[in-house]
């Protein structure tokens, strides 16, 4: 059987058919004349090769077998038919329970998803949130275009630049780099100078756990280097680190500000011309750019770093 040589209207037309035993009642239901009725039974009689409805004995119109047997098909064929033509891609967060996957970094989970999480608790409690962290080997980068590409995950969060035409972005929020010491460091006691900074053993935090990071970047520039001494791959764990040792280490500040008391750090401005800053972004592809859901997730990421971070 061919579907695009059948007309949908013959669907309709057999269930009034089927349902009102009658030419002149189906035509009526179907707001048609009943010759254009009578047109339609026998176009129907030629395809299911059976006459459907027949006269019995008292002059009324009856079911054949085959037509009993079509009848219990017919509605639910054009309920679902009725579900196909008339579906909205709509999303309605308190009944929702999408899953959804956003890759970022544990700097960017600390700051956000507590908070996110206590709205949704409230807007919508069935969502899940997968929160995957970015690849060890590929460039934060390249990490998040695969994986958006491929529909590995719905969203990246983190520092972002130069992207593929077809991507998005939205700026959420700046942050700079502010370097850190433990209370009492013998080194600092009279504060933090470029002397100081050059001779002490640093900690970098490196995803892939290679390369140089942006203090660097800037040492160069002035023809410098420091001792890294300690690479690792967690933000959150650089100030417990740093806390019982007398490494420093430059991170972002408002995870410093977070653990300064609790961990019992000093902060001092890097001793560099200028600061260090950043711009944290969310990321996403063009084929889920209008899926309502993740348009729903994204604004609500926005509000919360807009009034809350």
């Not at 653990?259 to 969310?282: I, K, M």
Request: glycine share 4%; charged share 20%.
């Amino acid at each position: 059987m061919n579907l695009h040589q059948l007309d949908l209207n013959l669907l309709l037309a057999l269930d009034l058919l089927l349902t009102e035993q009658s030419v002149t009642l189906a035509a009526e239901k179907a707001g048609i004349t009943q010759p254009a009725m009578s047109n339609t039974l026998r176009r129907l009689r030629e395809h299911f090769q059976d006459p459907l409805l027949v006269k019995s004995s008292q002059g009324k119109m009856i079911l054949t077998d085959q037509a009993l047997r079509i009848a219990p098909l017919v509605k639910p064929a054009l309920y679902h038919v009725e579900q196909v033509f008339s579906f909205k891609n709509e999303f309605v967060p308190f009944t929702s329970t999408q899953h959804f996957k956003i890759l970022t970094n544990d700097y960017i989970e600390c700051l956000v998803f507590p908070n996110l999480l206590n709205r949704f608790a409230v807007q919508a409690p069935q969502v899940v949130l997968d929160i995957l962290s970015f690849n060890k080997i590929e460039s934060d980068k390249i990490n998040a275009i695969n994986q958006l590409e491929s529909g590995g995950v719905d969203l990246a969060i983190g520092k972002f630049e130069e992207l593929p035409a077809s991507f998005h972005k939205q700026v959420l929020f700046e942050d700079r780099l502010v370097c850190i010491a433990r209370q009492g460091h013998p080194a600092l006691q009279n504060g933090l100078d470029l002397e100081t900074f050059l001779q002490l053993k640093h900690l970098l935090i490196s995803i892939q756990g290679i390369g140089l990071g942006a203090i660097d970047v800037e040492l160069a520039k002035q023809k410098l280097k420091r001792q890294i001494a300690y690479y690792t791959r967690h933000f959150l764990l650089a100030p417990k680190l740093i806390g019982q040792s007398d490494l420093i280490a430059c991170i972002p500040q408002r995870i410093a500000d977070l653990f300064a008391d609790t961990e019992q750090l000093q902060l001092h401005p890097p001793p560099l011309p200028s600061e260090v800053t950043f711009t944290v972004s969310q990321i996403w592809g063009a084929f889920k750019h209008k899926d309502p859901a993740l348009q729903w997730l994204r604004n609500e990421i926005t509000l919360l770093f807009h009034n809350r971070l």
